[in-house]
């Protein structure tokens, strides 16, 4: 898969459109050496993760996930729906053994019928909408309807011209199954992610980029954002995903969705703003805006001027003398200048670009006495756990006027995931 593509997956399901949005992860287990359930779910209360979806039904994971309160979807591997889609009997066996036999201990929220069957599995897309009616069918016989949901997850290549997301619809090709489909089912949610690693195809494969783009997703779910169509209706979403897979087969980048290695230890830090929860044991939240290696010098000098003018940042630690003069470049004053605009805005989408010369990082840019806003330095503030930059100083227009040449302001570019919703 591209990794200039963002990858998401539609997944059409029944849920309710009213409540908060929340945060839960996906746990696939092409992993060596994958952690024992019991490991597994240890790392999920550790971490404070509410929400999962299973590949599988995996009963000795169902077992693991009883009282803890943790909510779950499983799902129904591509290889069975041939069979349950043809055979309510087959259904309903599915459901007493991977469903029934674990609740109320187990928490099942959810059932997704196959995963991305019409693009994966074509021979099966016929009976895709039987065995989706046949699972209901049992769930409502078990008297469970109310409390679990059925849903079947699309890749997102079902979707023809996709940006902007108004403009998106489906491809007419599966008209015969996508509409008895949406007449089932009543609602969407997402579920996305970006590799950490790429091979020399994928540069866009990074660490930073994968914080990045997961902690707007976050931010975008949690502060019931909505999409575009549906503006203030929560949209769940479950971050793709909890392990780094290394038996996967394809590009690098298909090895490194996940937030933790198979030992558990972070592959990067990743917080739940907005939520006073934290992935990855980060309680800090650091990120930092700084010059790209490669950016043009009369941009960066142009984006220094800015901020330190109209941007309203306190450049006076460039001055002669003082902390962060030392070293005299532009590229070194710039990394200064709209990394502290970047944190006065509080690390608001679209305020580290500065016409493509700067990038997102989680290195700390501080050296020697030179202290980063955002690094909990001394030069730093916090407010409800936010850094902040401080406050401009008096003497910032006129002792370094020298720097602002004006106009220029930094281009809007959000990496928050806009999630595409069916209009029905």
Known sequence: ??????????????????????????????????????????????????????????RAMLRALANTGIRVIVSVPND??????????????????????????TNITAIAVGSEVLTSL????????????????????????????????????????SFPP???????TWD?????????????????????????SEPDATVDNANTYNSNLIRHVLNNSGTPKQPGIAVSTYIYELYNEDLKSGPVSENNWGLFYASGAQVYTLHLTNSGTVFANDTTNQTFCVAKSNADSKMLQAALDWACGPGKVDCSPLLQGQSCYEPNSVASHATYAINSYYQQMAKSAGTCDFKGVASITTTNPSHGSCIFSGSGGKNVTSVN??????????????????????????????????LSVVVL
């Not at 989706?132 to 409390?147: C, E, G, H, T, Y």
């Not at 108004?166 to 007419?172: D, E, M, R, V, Y």
């Not at 089932?184 to 020399?200: A, M, R």
Request: glycine fraction near 6%.
């Open 166 to 172: 108004s403009q998106a619809f489906f491809n007419k």
């Open 385 to 418: 756990g936010t850094a902040l930059a401080p406050s401009t100083n008096s003497t910032n227009s006129g002792c370094l006027s020298q720097y602002y040449n004006g106009g220029f302001f930094t281009s809007t570019v959000i990496l928050t995931l806009i």
């Open 122 to 161: 074509p021979n099966a897309a016929p009976v895709l909408v039987s065995a989706l009616k046949f699972i209901q069918a049992a769930l409502v016989a078990a008297n469970l309807d109310q409390q679990i949901k059925v849903s079947t997850p699309h890749s997102s290549s079902v979707i023809l011209d």
């Open 1 to 58: 898969m591209a990794v200039f593509m963002i990858f998401y997956m539609l997944v059409i399901i029944a849920l309710p459109a009213h409540g908060d949005a929340f945060i839960g992860v996906n746990i696939g287990t092409d992993v060596t050496n994958m952690p024992s359930p019991t490991e597994v779910v240890a790392l999920l209360k550790a971490q404070g993760i509410q929400h999962v979806r299973l590949y599988d039904a995996d």
């Open 176 to 200: 015969p199954v996508m509409v008895p489909l949406l007449n089932f089912l009543q609602s969407t949610v997402t579920e996305s992610g970006w590799p950490s690693k790429g091979d020399s």
């Open 80 to 105: 069975q729906i041939l069979g349950i889609g043809q055979s309510n009997a087959t259904a309903a066996n599915w459901v007493a053994r991977n469903v029934i036999a674990h609740v109320p201990a």
